[in-house]
């Protein structure tokens, strides 16, 4: 076969369809999305079936080989046995995409794999692309394809209406998220459910509704990142195009963590290698279901802050000052109301109210439309605040007060988000502006839209090194304290001075020559957690302490004879950091920054970016530490240190670029203190090729 386009043009805008496997019976599966089609697509419409000449009063095929013609998009409700034979035959037809509906495929075993595996092949070399199998379709509102079984809540009309693009790898929840967002008033353009991806990734599906104009943002449920790749890409393209990426990205428990020796390699789940992708490719996540559908819904609206002060408005005291809670849990700024805007505000609300923010404008002034309206220009235009939540309107005057909304939001081009429940809640999202129904996710849709304004507002990033940075070899070895150090150094990583020896004589000569007091340590080929098996001894002062922590290693680590150790220069005060970095069998390399010492795991403070690491990402990767407070006050790093610290990260991203054969790397702890960074101990983990 002779490979055909790969775009995914025939899936979403298709110029015929056909169902293989249609059913007369609407509420079957084969029915189902056949009675859709003939409901909804403008199209030459196809069915087969191998028992009837018409279903549904529509004319049917017996086969693939007796349809007129080969159809753009082929949708399968047929069992999985039937599935590979007529995924060949549609191949041979010409037709250009499939939907594969049938489980019982690699998620079944080996049979199931083995046919999985016969799709990809027949999709590669025709070019046919393929979603699923074992997944609930597709629907492209545009066009009026509905191909999917999933119910339907509402009437679902065919719209050329820009709105949201959903991609889920799972038909359940991609189904729960369309209706999730129609609740809340936001159209939905296209949902794409990708199942098993023997052909199509989810990453595709995101990189192709990316492109499309009438999709404004999409929406994504994710579990495995099986084509980072084209996620990326479509990451940095969607950001370009300011059409917002909002990822619920399911795995983030540590129980999905791989085995690793160094504490780099524990630290570094397979979610943190997820979220520094989703951080590199400018995507947002959700923490939640719900954040998923209303951090898109603020987003969608296509307005993003030039700043971090946000004016509450709220006829509620106590709703205002949780909203002024999360926001400030997020980061943002609450500024005071300037002299000017209160005084406006102050001569239209009562006595009991509140002119400065968060703005407590009571119910008395929604009562009040024209009122209402005054304080709304007021603070809406006061230059002070780039952003405005509208938390609460009263019912007896909603429209007159959603129309002076969306009046006064015209005079800018800064974010106002509502935050109002109930049936009132759609009606605001489907007028344009922004609705969120719970006032805390109304602030964290605020935070979100810093986050994505800052995103777009950074300079162009090095693509990360993916699959050609990915881990090769099967096995490995820790290099030895010389090995290691020789290649920290050769990446201007500063070391502590320390020499490297194997019996007690040696040990003392070393110590004479470092100076005391002076730190005894197990060579790291030797044991890779030191302190687990008492190979660490910390202010050493003479000889005789010298020979007994020698001995003492020696017995712990269960050698006879010589044992290799580390006489190292102690080393002042200073804060504790970590420095690693790991490579990933999917994403290729990352380096980490984090609170050190032996409580680095149970501290668990730790921020990650996918190699090549500039200054600045090393800089936001600190500033971010502790909410923000390592970097903040007269305790924390200064600005110096900053930069200190930030050049051994970018360091170490350089030697993971440039060491393909390192699979880990961890300076702990990195001490901090007033002559710079210095690391005090190293692991290099390398991997041996497999032959």
């Known amino acids: 076969m002779t490979p055909r386009g790969r775009n995914l043009d025939a899936l979403f805008a298709p110029a015929s369809v056909a169902v293989i496997g249609a059913s007369d019976n609407p509420t079957r599966i084969g029915g189902r999305v056949l009675a859709r089609f003939l409901d909804n697509f403008a199209g030459p419409i ?289 500024p005071r109301t300037c002299e000017e805007t209160a005084r406006r505000i102050e001569k239209l609300i009562p006595d009991y109210g509140s002119a400065q923010n968060p703005i407590d404008y009571t119910a008395n002034a929604v009562n009040d439309p024209a009122g209402f309206a005054e304080i709304l220009d007021a603070v809406v235009t006061d230059d002070d605040f780039d952003m405005v939540i509208v938390s609460g309107l009263a019912m007896g005057t909603f429209d007159e007060n959603l129309a002076a909304i969306k009046r006064v939001r015209d005079k800018v081009t800064k974010p106002v988000v509502l935050s109002v429940s109930g049936p009132n809640s759609v009606i605001v999202n489907r007028r344009g502006i922004p609705c969120v129904p719970d006032a805390v996710h109304a602030a964290n849709a605020m935070v979100a839209l810093k986050t994505y304004a800052d995103l777009r507002a950074r300079p162009p990033v090095e693509t990360p090194q993916l699959s050609e940075g990915r881990s090769r070899g099967s096995t490995h070895r820790t290099l030895s304290a010389d090995e290691t150090r020789t290649l920290l150094s050769r990446f201007t990583i500063p070391v502590v001075p320390e020499i490297g020896v194997v019996d007690e004589a040696g040990a003392v000569q070393a110590a004479e020559t470092v100076g005391y007091p002076v730190a005894v340590k197990l060579d790291p080929a030797v044991a890779e957690h030191k302190t687990e098996v008492g190979g660490i001894r910390l202010d050493v002062r003479n000889p005789a302490e010298v020979r007994t922590a020698v001995a003492d290693m020696r017995a712990a680590s269960g050698v006879t004879g010589e044992v290799r150790v580390v006489i190292q220069q102690m080393v002042g005060r200073g804060l504790e950091l970590t420095v690693g970095a790991i490579r990933d069998s999917t994403l290729g390399p990352a380096v980490l920054v984090g609170l050190g010492g032996v409580m680095v795991e149970t501290l668990n403070e730790i921020e990650m970016s996918l190699v090549p690491v500039s200054h600045a990402d090393a800089e936001r990767m600190l500033r971010k530490l502790c909410g923000g407070r390592l970097t903040a006050g007269s305790r924390g790093l200064d600005d110096a240190a900053v930069k200190a610290v930030g050049d051994v990260i970018v360091a170490v991203s350089s030697l993971m670029a440039q060491c393909a054969d390192v699979i880990e790397v961890d300076v702990n702890p990195l001490i901090v203190g007033e002559l710079g960074p210095v690391a005090v101990d190293g692991l290099v983990r390398v991997a041996r090729p497999d032959v």
């Open 46 to 334: 196809y069915a087969v079936n191998a028992n009837r000449d018409t279903v549904q009063g529509h004319p049917a095929a017996r086969s693939i080989a007796d349809l007129p013609a080969a159809p753009d998009l082929a949708v399968l409700a047929l069992p999985a046995d039937l599935v590979p034979d007529a995924i060949d035959e549609l191949a041979a037809s010409g037709c250009r995409a499939a939907i594969v509906f049938s489980s019982g495929f690699a998620e079944s075993g080996a049979e199931g794999r083995a046919m999985q595996d016969r799709l990809r092949t027949v999709a590669s070399e025709s070019g046919m692309r393929i979603i699923g199998p074992n997944c609930v379709g597709t629907m492209s509102i545009p066009s009026g394809v509905l191909a999917t079984f999933a119910d339907l809540q509402t009437d679902v009309a065919p719209s050329a209406e820009p709105g949201v693009g959903i991609v889920s790898q799972s038909g359940a929840l991609g189904s729960v998220f369309f209706h999730a967002a129609q609740a809340l008033g936001l159209h939905v353009s296209y949902m794409c459910t990708t199942g098993n991806e023997a052909d199509v990734s989810a990453a595709e599906a995101i990189a192709a509704l990316v492109e499309r104009p009438d999709v404004q943002s999409v929406m994504v449920y994710l579990e495995a990142l099986s084509d980072p790749e084209v996620l990326y890409a479509a990451g940095r393209r969607a950001l370009e195009l300011g059409k917002p990426i909002v990822a619920l990205k399911a795995g983030a428990s540590d129980s999905g963590a791989r085995a690793a020796a160094s504490h780099s390699g524990s630290l570094a789940a397979p979610d943190r290698f997820a979220q520094a992708l989703l951080d590199r490719a400018g995507i947002m996540r959700a923490s939640s279901p719900v954040e998923l559908v209303t951090v898109t819904a603020a987003l969608s609206s296509g307005r993003f802050p030039t700043g971090d002060r946000v004016a509450v408005m709220t006829l509620s005291g106590g709703v205002g000052i949780m909203i002024a809670d999360a926001l400030d849990a997020g980061g943002l700024s609450l």
